[in-house]
């Protein structure tokens, strides 16, 4: 029926009114921290930065191949197999083993319970593959062991660019997958591209190494420069500590010689390698390395076992940030390249807002008069349904502080066309009932029940689609997603709450005037 208890009339007002007020606060300062929230704008509607990064995998599969060799020399180790000669090639681990003990080589390679080549049972494929050469044994990745190496790496590489991004502070940045090895980074309303893309292009990986006099370690030794250009030094292979012993990095400034540095705080296991290392070490030089260049290189004069340090080398505030910034998000798995890049002005970014808004108020206008002249005095209240459904929709999109995007404005007008469709819907299905109905209230109520099928049909079936979008769609196609389907459920309630309270109203005082529609 028409009738609404007085329960859901205060419901609806309040409900109502609360939404329109949070909406509003994209237009007005409230103090309060509920009311205070805003609609985030896409990178279409406030400019920004698009970034498309492709992972360098090569690194990851030389650092893998080179853990395996450890591990394969403990495991047949343990096992009584002597392998020899073990080396990398071209992406392939060789070696040698006696005859007599090929055979069992190949056999733990190729078991599916294997404890050093995990199994897929999904694809039936081992990570590793094996063949035999003759005088050595050719161990190798998968075709499904590659696919997995790198999927990994490109989950990893995305938590690492996210934790930078963050820390940038930028507003609602879009991080998302492409393929197996390229990612794809949105940042809207970023005034500072330059410092992103350095933040970005940096791998990070920190090493604590002793500077050594000798060309003969047993660790081994390499080369490296020092970051500012000073000529190589060998520096041991070995590794003290590194990036991943760090709880903390912040920038500071040393008082005593006025300079900015960075301190750390190692984590239980670096503090302790730290100490005795530190303990050992008192005279020689401590080389911070960080993507294979030297930062600094500080001579060590007493045992460092707090666990805390600092590194210094001449950082201005912001690089000594943007390093802390590195050191606190870990580094990445593999070098990252920017294969694209765009940038959207926010001049560009306007243009869209003020095409999406004219798009909006011109569709809006169209509707209003077609409504009020068609239906007259329930035109109007579907105008009113209709700006109130406005409202309510950017009231819940501004709860959730949603980011909108062009497709998002795409779907709000969507959504006034289907909340017309509705209430035209219901009108034309009154007047059917009127033709046979003489009482007023019986043939609105009729009209409304009997089009309740046909609009919740409708409505759900597009509900689906959004759903549909939403999780197999990315960017702008989840914005559109969301507006329709946050649309679709405003419009229900604009349609079966507001208009139907406000016509019963109407319909109640008029009810002996004749036919009203």
Same mark, same amino acid.
């Given at each position: 029926m028409l009738y609404f208890s007085k329960l859901r009339f205060v419901f609806i007002i309040i409900f109502t009114f609360l939404f329109i007020l949070i909406a509003s606060s994209n237009l007005f300062k409230f103090?309060?921290?509920?009311f205070n929230k805003k609609i985030n704008l896409g990178l279409d509607l406030q400019g920004g930065s698009y970034l498309l990064l492709e992972i360098d995998n090569e690194p990851v599969i030389e650092q893998k191949l080179q853990n395996l060799t450890t591990t394969f020399r403990n495991f047949f180790r343990d096992k009584d197999i002597k392998i020899n000669n073990i080396k990398i090639?071209?992406?392939?681990i060789f070696f040698n083993v006696k005859e007599e003990n090929k055979q069992k080589v190949i056999d733990f390679f190729q078991d599916e319970n294997s404890d050093i080549n995990p199994y897929y049972p999904r694809f039936k494929s081992h990570q590793l593959e094996i063949e035999d050469l003759g005088l050595n044994l050719k161990i190798n990745f998968s075709r499904q062991g590659l696919i997995n190496l790198k999927t990994s790496s490109q989950d990893q590489a995305i938590e690492i660019v996210r934790r930078r991004v963050d820390e940038v502070g930028t507003n609602e940045p879009n991080i998302l997958k492409r393929g197996n090895s390229r990612i794809l980074v949105e940042l809207p309303g970023l005034d500072d591209p330059k410092r992103i893309k350095s933040l970005l292009g940096k791998t990070a990986n920190l090493t604590f190494r002793f500077v050594t006099q000798n060309d003969e370690d047993r660790f081994g030794v390499e080369k490296l420069e020092y970051e500012d250009g000073t000529p190589s030094v060998n520096v041991s292979k070995r590794i003290i500590i590194s990036g991943e012993n760090l709880l903390d990095a912040q920038p500071k400034m040393d =008082?005593?010689?006025?300079?900015?540095?960075?301190? &750390? =705080?190692?984590?239980?296991?670096?503090?302790?390698? &730290?100490?005795?290392a530190t303990s050992t070490g008192i005279g020689k030089q401590l080389a911070i390395v960080l993507d294979g260049k030297i930062i600094s290189a500080p001579v060590v004069r007493d045992t460092i076992a707090s666990g805390a340090g600092q590194i210094s080398g001449g950082f201005t505030f912001q690089s000594a940030t943007d390093l802390a910034l590195l050191l606190r998000s870990g580094a990445l798995p593999a070098p990252l390249d920017i294969i694209e890049e765009r940038t959207v002005g926010p001049d560009l970014g306007q243009d869209s807002i003020n095409a999406g808004i004219i798009a909006l108020t011109i569709g809006f206008l169209l509707v209003i008069i077609f409504m009020f002249v068609k239906y007259r005095f329930f035109g109007l209240i579907t105008n009113v349904t209709l700006v109130i459904n406005l409202f309510i929709l950017l009231g819940i999109l501004t709860l959730f502080e949603a980011t909108l995007t062009l497709p998002g404005i795409a779907g709000i007008i969507l959504t006034v066309g289907m909340a017309v469709d509705a209430n035209v819907l219901i009108f034309e299905r009154i007047k059917e009932e009127l033709k046979d109905e003489t009482n007023n209230i019986l043939a609105f109520d009729g009209g409304y029940t009997k089009s309740r099928t046909a609009i919740l049909d409708a409505n759900i079936t597009t509900l689906l689609a959004a759903v549909i979008l939403f999780f197999m769609g990315s960017g702008p196609v989840k914005g559109f997603a969301v507006t329709l389907g946050v649309g679709i459920f405003t419009t229900l309630f604009s349609v079966y709450f507001i208009a139907r309270l406000l016509t019963s109203l109407y319909v109640t005082k008029n009810k002996n005037n004749g036919k009203l529609i």
């Open positions: 103090d309060d921290s509920f090639n071209d992406q392939s =008082t005593q010689n006025n300079q900015t540095i960075v301190s &750390f =705080t190692l984590d239980r296991v670096g503090a302790k390698r &730290f100490g005795k």
